[in-house]
Nanobody, 120 residues
Framework: QVQLVESGGGLVQPGGSLRLSCAAS????????AGWYRQAPGKERELVAS???????NYADSVKGRFTISRDNAKNTVYLEMNSLKPEDTAVYYC??????????????WGKGTQVTVSS
């Protein structure tokens, strides 16, 4: 069974940094495209950053220049480096990935989320 497990969330002061990780477990061959989403209380889930199988990246305007998405194919892990954090970055952050399974089929999976709170 494939799972995406996020880690690295927590409480940080404004201006601080966090690094989120999303590790895929199970019998998989690779992660294709992946993305980080976030959902703040009372708001819809929004795409924060995405990375293609070839490494191309895209970012929401609100995080450009502050967040960096990356991947380690050998570890089947996707990262989100978050710098210069602001209170408005407070949300539950979710990982989403298209995974190439050992059956050579692809599947779309979501992690359970990790809380990021930016507050003094």
């Amino acid at each position: 069974q494939v799972q995406l497990v996020e880690s690295g969330g927590g409480l940080v002061q404004p201006g601080g940094s966090l690094r989120l990780s999303c590790a895929a477990s199970g019998i998989i061959l690779s992660i294709n495209a992946a993305g980080w989403y976030r959902q703040a209380p009372g708001k819809e889930r929004e795409l924060v950053a995405s990375i293609s199988s070839g490494g191309s990246t895209n970012y929401a305007d609100s995080v450009k220049g502050r967040f960096t998405i990356s991947r380690d194919n050998a570890k089947n892990t996707v990262y989100l480096e978050m710098n210069s954090l602001k209170p408005e970055d407070t949300a539950v952050y979710y990982c989403n990935a298209e995974v190439l399974l050992a059956t050579w089929r692809t599947g779309d999976y979501w992690g359970k989320g990790t809380q990021v709170t930016v507050s003094s």
